[in-house]
DNA sequence: TAAATACGCTACGCAGCGTTACTTAATTAC
DNA sequence: GTAATTAAGTAACGCTGCGTAGCGTATTTA
């Protein structure tokens, strides 16, 4: 009988625990009071750990922020599939809004903050958050060509720039409304075109 | 003969000079290295000034990287006219994006990254920054809806949003070009919407 | 000349950064 | 068992930047 053997090198392992007390710390402190809140300090006391055991696991600051919150946030990457794309169109666009007004908006626009003086942060935040939803849009978008529901040759970036900018500017800026309502008509607007037929 | 009468209170007046070499040496502060190079003490060094004096004329640095930002850099706010919205709109967005793309995407990115942990700088940077050129948007689309390019009752804050959303989100994520093709066929996306017709 | 205000200099206390040296704990290899 | 190895915790450090205070000097009005 054949097991799977477990190769582990010597020495005390990882503690577990210990690794998800501090990130839930830091995703804590972060909702709780973005990046003023958010000092390796704090997430040390908070989480009863070592300021040297952080620093041994992450690099810097944006580091832990950017795996704090792809771990511990809920991930809203896959969308709803209906007959209809729009419609789901509308219910991703919906439920990305209101993740945004909550406190994940918080989190957001503090990573956002901290990516700009932070490339790793800036590329693990694309990666991790941004492009699974850019690929479950070309996806949606895909469909509702296929439907005759989307005219052909949409380009993904503009679109998903587009529909992704405009909510993460409204969560930056705070100059306009993200209510469903809101982010509906918004959605119709970017479906219309700007154009008179 | 009536001349207007200075009135001034008693004591030195302010120093123009001085207000300017800290105002330009935030500037380019900002400019060269972004947040992690604007501190109060390098723009107290290079602009010859005290640190006393900024912050007797200055509440933090979101405040005078602002003011910098708005007196020092060229204000594209105003839109060409040409018989053509689309046009315009165009050459708008083009104009917008080339400025991002250099240094002015560095010093807005970084005034958005101080706006997420202080709500003044985010209303000066809405009010004195944002607006002029969603006005000016207003008046493009106006213009463009009573010559037929435009379908009516287009929402201002939509189209606004989308438009300098996408840009706006393209210097913050770096993830896709602000080329001037790729922004004259992001605009022609917004412009189509994704309907098929 | 007095009062008022601005500017510069030096210095301070504070917070957070990121690091070091050291001790203690847990695990593997022999 | 014992040695080797790796992790976690503690305490302290030097550094940078923040925002403030005290004081002397400069420039203006009354």
Same mark, same amino acid.
């Given at each position: 009988?054949?097991?799977?053997? %477990? ?20 995703? %804590? ?6 990046? #003023? ?23 810097? @600051? ?25 419609? &789901?169109?509308?219910? =991703? ?7 945004? @007004?909550?406190?994940?908006? =918080? ?25 699974? @939803? ?16 989307? @005219? ?5 970036? &503009?679109?998903? #720039? ?17 209510? #469903?309502?809101?982010? &509906?008509?918004?959605? &119709? ?9």
């Amino acid at each position: 009988m054949h097991t799977v053997v %477990e190769h582990r090198s010597p020495g005390r392992p990882r503690c577990e625990e210990t690794r998800n007390a501090i990130l839930r710390a830091a995703y %804590e402190l972060l909702e709780e009071g973005g990046l #003023d809140a958010f000092t390796i300090e704090a997430v040390a006391e908070r989480s009863g750990s070592a300021k040297t055991t952080i620093y041994r696991w992450w690099p810097n @600051r944006g580091a832990l922020a950017i795996e704090s919150f792809l771990e511990l946030s809920e991930k809203y990457a896959q969308f709803s599939q209906t007959e209809s794309a729009t419609a &789901d169109l509308k219910t =991703q666009m919906r439920r990305f809004a209101r993740a945004l @007004r909550g406190r994940i908006g =918080q989190i957001v626009s503090s990573i956002l903050a901290e990516a700009q003086t932070c490339a790793e942060t800036r590329s693990a935040f694309v990666e991790g958050y941004i492009n699974p @939803r850019r690929t479950a849009l070309q996806q949606l978008i895909d469909r509702g060509v296929a439907q005759g529901e989307f @005219r052909a040759g949409l380009a993904l970036n &503009d679109v998903g #720039d587009a529909l992704y900018g405009s909510l993460l500017l409204r969560v930056l800026l705070r100059h306009a409304p993200l209510s #469903d309502a809101a982010v &509906d008509q918004l959605v &119709d607007t970017t479906l219309q075109g700007l154009r008179a037929r």
